[in-house]
């Protein structure tokens, strides 16, 4: 024991004296599976920090006792009742003095960071003197509360611009941008970057040595925080945020600028003081509470994939390791570029070399962006491997299918297919809107056919439907949404419904851009008003973008099933003017980059064109939820979002509907149809008693 620790006991924190003098408190929260810092955790290390300061030991060093990490940040779930409490400003005052403790010790302090390091476990590693990390490539380091509607509070955006300079620093907390170790040293953030064995040497070796920070960082410290600098950066920095966010949306990262522009200058406690200030008030914002809710919603959809994805021996849980993807157009030939980047043995099949070739050449654009090391990136890529033949059918775990949406093409190919597969492999379709009973005639082992909807982008859309029905098998639910975890996409299962969740919900939406299109209103002016309201793109931009001919199939399968009819734009696709994809579609395409024609000057938006776009959508949204297309109203709201792009400071589609109050929502619909007529007539749902209790 320790001397002034004699006849204590530590719930969370373990202190140990190494031989040269330094102690190392290592923290193992009780009972949680990371380490995470609740306030118990907070008030422990004070009690410790005192007792340290009365008689300083030769240096202190802090690192995790448990393998998977250093800290993931604060209890979220423990802030959550803060705010419902009233008392965030308690929890924030708490964590802040107690890393100014640890700033003040009068010996030498630095964290040994390995794994991961976000939000509070960075802070806390700023609030040391020196900072060491493991060269592991999972040590990640972070300050991602701007994703969560608020910003570094315990310290560390008064710490961070001081230390690497304010437009490095700025940038790391505005973006919630996570650093790999040696980008970490590179910006002064780490101090030095060893093996993880070595790691706990090294903290303390600096600890008691000290190191000579190289003086453009210490230049960069002073003189990017002047008030100079701050009255000329912050401006710059507010612009290139307003690129991407509305300050309306997301007031966090134009509330850290305001407080780093009129703080920044400040001793340490003012600068503490106004960051305090600002992160109590961003978190009562209904866009913080969504955030957060939403932050939430993705780990429960990480935990449909079980929590492990690997075995003991390292075999993966899902019993997948070897993909066969049929299909080599733009979504087949990601899926199976993505899988490969993942670790998965792939092999991709199609009618015609040209096409498999096309999805290779993508594939290796990915991996070159994807892939840093380009001493690893053969061995990614020789994980892809063209198969005309399909004999990789044969020796698959997973079969997915991303063929033309023809029904009885793919029930042809499953036939085809089927008998050469493995017994115990599964056999899946992309399929984006034709119900899995269409499907899954003639198909010998039901029980193992699923939907395995992607959507486009494949390389940055998060979210894979796994599409159920009524002769599936619980186990390959499960074996499905592993594998998604693997592919890091979160999972949400749905109903086999026409549409499933996502297009079923976004259709409606669409095809309202789509006849405002028709009846004159200018594609620019649509997609204005989407935007605002905080759609990541316009309708008629997210058309193109999907591609016309896509929208045209999911149209065929959803206008007959909703009793939508089609408008031009949708009904009749000409060729080479599918969209993006082809350089033309509803829009002209050049770099990737819709070229938008001039709104006619003086033109005016109609006053119900928001209304429009947004209420079909959640019409349509309450339905799904009547009928049970997910299993309730949080998954819904989650594939929303991480589906649809629907703005996620508002919290999902049934989030929204509560905040604005089903009643008022209603009455707008019923005006709607009124004067545009009976696409806009309230769907089944709203006047369930069940659901309404949920609204």
């Known amino acids: 024991m320790l001397a002034g620790f004699d006849g204590l006991r530590f719930s969370h924190w373990q202190a140990a004296r190494r031989d040269d003098g330094v102690v190392v408190l290592s923290l193992d929260r009780q009972d949680a599976p990371v380490n995470a810092l609740s306030q118990d955790v907070l008030i422990e290390l004070a009690d410790i920090v005192e007792r340290l300061a009365i008689d300083p030991p030769a240096g202190v060093v802090f690192r995790s006792a448990k393998p998977s990490g250093f800290i993931a940040g604060a209890d979220l779930k423990e802030f959550q009742e803060f705010d419902r409490k009233g008392t965030v400003d308690d929890a924030i005052r708490r964590g802040q003095a107690v890393f100014q403790k640890v700033a003040e010790l009068p010996c030498p302090t630095a964290a040994a960071i390995h794994g991961f390091c976000m939000g509070g476990g960075t802070e806390l590693a700023l609030a040391c003197d020196y900072r060491a990390a493991s060269s592991d490539g999972s040590t990640r380091i972070g300050l991602p509360e701007t994703k969560l509607g608020i910003f570094p509070g315990w310290g560390g955006s008064a710490r961070l611009p001081r230390l690497v300079g304010a437009p490095a620093a700025m940038d790391m907390m505005l973006t919630g941008r996570t650093l790999s170790a040696p980008a970490a040293r590179g910006i002064g953030l780490v101090d030095k970057v060893v093996e993880t064995a070595l790691l706990e040497d090294a903290a303390a070796a600096l600890a008691l040595k000290g190191v000579q920070r190289p003086f453009r960082q210490r230049f960069l410290g002073w003189a990017t925080n002047t008030w100079v600098a701050r009255k000329v950066l912050a401006p710059q920095m507010a612009k290139q945020v307003a690129r991407k966010a509305r300050k309306d949306h997301y007031p966090a990262p134009y509330a850290l600028i305001g407080v780093w522009e009129r703080s920044g200058g400040g001793g340490i406690q003012a600068r503490l003081d106004a960051e305090r200030r600002a992160v109590v008030k961003l978190a009562g914002t209904p866009a913080a509470r969504n955030l957060i809710r939403i932050f939430f919603l993705s780990e429960r959809l990480k935990g449909l994939g079980g929590k492990d994805t690997l075995d003991a021996s390292g075999e993966p849980l899902a019993g997948i390791a070897r993909v066969h993807v049929v299909g080599a157009g733009v979504m087949g030939g990601d899926i199976a570029a993505w899988a490969a980047y993942k670790g998965f043995e792939v092999t991709l099949q199609d009618r015609e070399q040209r096409f498999i070739d096309a999805a290779l050449g993508r594939a290796q654009e990915l991996f070159a962006k994807k892939v840093k090391d380009e001493g690893k990136r053969p061995a990614v890529a020789a994980r892809l491997k063209s198969d005309l033949a399909g004999d990789g059918a044969a020796q698959a775990d997973l079969v997915i299918e991303a063929i033309v949406e023809d029904p009885q093409a793919k029930r042809a190919l499953y036939q085809a297919l089927e008998p050469r597969m493995k017994a115990d492999a599964l056999l899946t379709s992309n399929t984006s809107s034709i119900p899995l009973d269409e499907l899954r005639e003639h198909i010998a082992r039901p029980a193992q056919f699923a939907g395995l909807h992607y959507f486009n982008p494949v390389a940055s859309m998060p979210l894979v439907e796994i599409v159920q ?30 549409g499933f ?4 919900v976004l259709f409606p939406y669409m095809l309202e851009a789509a006849t405002a299109l028709a009846e004159g209103i200018p594609g620019a002016v649509i997609d204005r008003a989407a935007v605002k309201f905080g759609m990541p793109m316009g309708p008629i931009e997210l058309i193109d973008t999907v591609g016309l001919d896509v929208a045209q199939g999911v149209g065929a399968e959803l206008s007959p099933f909703l009793g939508l009819p089609l408008p031009a734009a949708l009904s009749a696709v000409e060729p080479g003017k599918r969209g993006r994809k082809d350089g033309q579609g509803i829009y002209r395409w050049e770099n990737g980059k819709p070229v938008k024609p001039e709104v006619p000057a003086g033109y005016q938006a109609p006053a119900d064109l928001e209304d429009r776009l947004i209420l079909p959508l ?21 594939g929303a979002i991480f589906g649809t792009g629907f703005a996620p400071f508002r919290g999902g589609p049934i989030q929204h509907i509560r905040a604005s109050g089903a009643d008022a929502l209603l009455e707008t619909l019923k ?25």
Do not use: I, Q, S, Y
């Open 671 to 695: 005006t709607l149809r009124a004067r545009h007529g009976e696409r806009f007539a309230p769907r089944p749902g709203w006047d369930n008693p069940l659901l309404r209790e949920l609204l």
């Open 469 to 498: 029905h009524d002769r599936l098998d619980a186990a390959t639910v499960e074996r499905l949404a592993a594998f998604c975890k693997a592919l890091d996409k979160f999972p949400v299962p749905v109903a086999g419904t026409p």
């Open 618 to 638: 959640l019409n349509e949204a309450v339905a799904c939820l009547h009928e049970g297309v997910v299993a309730d109203a949080d998954l819904l709201d989650a």
């Open 501 to 504: 969740l996502v297009n079923r």
